[in-house]
């Protein structure tokens, strides 16, 4: 008789512990593409909170060999669409690597999620240390783990391998939210922290919703109260954008061709931004258009090499004095020997080049290719790779005007504007301006333009400073300290953007304190981590003599 209850009793844990598989992994799936949804073009910003409220609730209790693989679904959710413009001309391969090696990340850090989350470790610990950490009772820390496990997860993607790529972060999806102020104190990791937190604080909630803790919901529901908090303090909080106006002037010439033949048109590319310059230089002279103090091509304007293409300089330089003021030329040069260097240029009338700025970030896998030998054997597309070497210093160009004496405009190219160090370090060196040259002529019409865009967003707002993000393609605009964009363009269309930014000098506490707080967070998340490891290989040492009952009835 017992042993057909037993049986029975068996066959009833498996069904059960199916289900809660499904249930997981239509959590973690749920979650991941919440998190997609957050970012530009659905963007719908809260759904970033949801998300990772959904993957906190899929790994809540499972043991973390289970979260990773929850979190490599979850992952693939989120990164499988977000980043489909990888693979728009260059075929499924490089996108479903790029995809899933994100993935990986976030798969390691639900691994975490599910060992800090869960209760039986953290009951092996000594009475005061389970009081202050125990997730299940006393001082609730679980929303604080994984909002520090989410800044942890982050700062190392955003830096390996071969420098990161930190596109996707929680915090770019906050560009329409009233979060987004956040960024001015802490930072992109810090605004990352607060959605990770928001997203904990809910997973909690709903928790307690689905235990029906009636009895101690007025006690337990600061979760809720806490998100009211933050979000009513960051609508509220200052991003200051007064200071004296600089007009500027940004060329969206276009492409003829979209896609990775645009290249083959270097000339056509040049001519359409001379030709647009030469446009707004008739509508200034008219009346219909201010002078600018400035003008600012963007990435790849012209692919021609102007210091040793005789026609390519003239036509620059004519257009140059043409305007009668300084111009920003993004340019791709034959230099050093052998290899080419993306670099962004300042002319001034009468003297031409006055100064150069080489990226520092190269984009592996596309401006250069890593291991070429290796990857030729997956795909011959390796070859379409460049050959371009990285620059090693901070650029700052400084502009000479007529209202506002000498101005600093500092250059970033294309992707460097998610890298907070190298848009930090031309803040802290005295850019008033940021000027974000990129190309997304490759990504034909996608999200990725959409999704660049909201990252200048951010950064303008983190650093209080006015950015000029201007493409070859679109989509463009002149973004204000506060994040608002002003004249956004269309993709594919030619355009001159027109407008008086504010230069400001002072600085956020966001720039002061640096990368502090994403050192600091990702310490308490590898300590944190340290701690429920150690609680959990003293909680294995207890389970030697769990009867096999027992053992049926934990796995499910």
Known sequence: MRAHLYAAQLRFTRVTYAVRVIVRLALAVAGGLCIWLSFPGPAVWPLAIVGVALLAMAT????????FLLGL????????????????????????????????YIAVMCALCSLVQSAR????????????????DGPHIRPFAIALLWVLQEAIRDSMPFGGFPWARLAWS????????????????????????LGGALAVAAERIRTRDVAGWARRCWPAVAAIAVVAVSAGYPTPTNGPKLQVLAIQGDVPTAGLEFNAQRRAVLDDHVRETDKAAA??????????????????????????????????????NNLGVPLIVGAVLDQPVGHTSNT?????????????????????FAEYMPYRSFFRHFSSKVDLAGNFVAGHKTGLFTIPTTTNGQVKIAPIICFEVAYDSLTRNAVRDGAQILAVQTNN??????????QQLAISRITAIEYGRSIVHISTVGVSGLITPDGVVHDKTSLFTAAALDGALPLRTQMTLATEVGAVPEWIGSAAALLLCGVAIVANRSSRRSKAATTPQQKVHELA
Not at 344 to 360: D, N
């Open 174 to 197: 906050q560009a329409g939210s009233p979060l987004s102020h956040l960024a001015s104190i802490f930072g992109a990791p810090g605004l990352t922290f607060t959605v990770a937190l």
């Open 283 to 320: 509508k200034i002279r008219a009346g219909l258009m201010k002078q600018p103090a400035v003008v600012i091509w963007p990435e790849n304007s012209s692919d021609i090499d102007p210091t040793r293409n005789p026609d390519a300089a003239t036509e620059i330089t004519q257009t140059v």
């Open 344 to 364: 962004s240029l300042l002319y001034e009338p009468g003297k031409g080049i006055v100064a150069e700025y080489v990226k520092q970030h190269p984009v592996p």
């Open 441 to 450: 002529a490759t990504f034909g019409y996608t999200a990725e333009s959409e």
């Open 73 to 104: 679904v979850g992952g693939f959710a989120c990164f499988g669409p977000t980043l489909h413009w990888a693979g728009t001309y260059v075929g499924a391969v490089p996108w479903l690597a790029l995809s899933i090696t994100e993935s990986v």
């Open 60 to 67: 809540r209790g499972s043991r973390p060999r289970a979260g």
């Open 121 to 136: 470790p953290w009951n092996r610990l000594p009475p005061w240390a389970r009081r202050m950490l125990t997730p299940a």
